[in-house]
């Protein structure tokens, strides 16, 4: 039976952020090698989850690095990333054939694209075995790397909900190729920078592409076709919207016709990815207005799952100001978190608030109130985003602000479950607003509960029009 090795490097790289990434923020996600990455992923909804259930070949869990969203690395960090996984591959033995795990949108101080350099590592050790890889709906998969990989394929959802699925669909990819079938990639890119609010998989004009591409690839007998709007807060050449065709190795020029005809049809669709929304102050007023909760606001800006520090103030400052009782902000503020800790449950603070990480995200605000509850943030997932790991905020407080609970976490993390507020004696469906620093993929925490939604244009590094960002890098058009 063939030996298939899984290796994992994740991490979605905000270039704009000053929260930058280090070693540490990935041994507190995940730092994992041989069979502690099986321990963790087994059982669970995750890419990796998914791989470990292949049962064409024998799996040889290696190696699995990932980090929450956040500024680039240091170079020192992918250094010892990378010796850490070339030493675990040594350590595996001979393999016929590598599954990757790999977001599609990272980068470090010096590497534009970790995930090629990742694929040249692994190829420089393994050899010329092929390889399987599954990324992010919002990966930036350049040429070189599709070039380097027989298979690339992506998420089709957003939020993201079939994880597990597309890493079991990547092992039977895979399977078909040690079997003897020839499959092959082609990308097409189009200098498309667009809000991850626009990318939802669930509404136009994503929904529709992804029914057009899926109708085109059973016309031309393509084996596979992902779409990916991508990751638009990324200063790098390769981001903008990705086509991503496998096909078989004798088909190459249908695929190159196919991927070109769906980089076509996203150019004529670009006007459906432009967005305008309600400031904070209009979203907060048209929130309480709402006769009944739970109503959501989405801080769009201040978004943690795109690398965002997850201080902003903007929303707490309004809910504040007009008195927003009943209402929930979940918010990364180590120091009110340790601060509430120190005082313990019932204790008074009185401090300034957020935007402490730049001058991005608000201005400081004063916040007076009773500490409500205390935690270690320690809380597994049983929703749709990977289902049954579990999560640290870090130390979190609930602090009790004239009505408005604020949920202090020492760690940014993104609010994808609703297990972050009952882990701290909040439910949700009893609040009258939630305030979440995401664009999309919370929904999958919250959207069967929502009342109503009011998502609003505020300021930070995940801002709701991609160009006012500057680039040093222009994306490039691929046209196959």
Known sequence: MSRVGIVGLWQETNTYSSRLTTLEDFADFELLSADAVAERHRGTKSV???????????????????????????????EELFGRLERELLAAGPLDGILLNLHGAMVCEGVDDVE???VRLVREVVGGVPMAAVQDLHGNPSPALVDNCEIVIAYDTYPHVDMYERGLEAAALLAEVLDGRELRTVVGKVPLLSCPLAQATDESPMRD?????????????????????GFPYSDVERAGFSVLVVHDAHLRTDGQKVAAELCAEVDARTEDFALSRDNPATAVRKAIAVPRGPVLIADIADNIGGGSPGDGTAILAELLTQQAAGAVVLMAEPDLAREAAMI??????????????????????????KVRAVTDGRYRSSGTWMTGRQFCMGTTAVVDANGVALVAMEHATPPFHSEQLTSVGIQAGEAKIIVVKGAVAWRAAYGEIAAEVIEADTPGVCPLDPSVLERSNKPMRKCP
């Open 344 to 369: 313990g449950e019932g204790g008074q603070v009185d401090t300034d608030v957020g935007a402490k990480t730049d001058n991005l995200h608000g201005s400081p605000v004063r916040v007076r109130g």
């Open 209 to 229: 592409l992804q029914a057009g591409a899926q109708h085109l690839a059973d016309v031309a007998g393509m084996r596979r076709i992902s779409l990916l709007p």
């Open 48 to 78: 990796i989850g998914g791989m470990l259930d292949a049962d064409r070949f024998e799996v040889v869990p290696v190696f699995s690095a990932g980090a929450w969203p956040a500024g680039p690395a240091d170079r020192g960090t992918l």
């Open 116 to 118: 090629l350099e990742t």
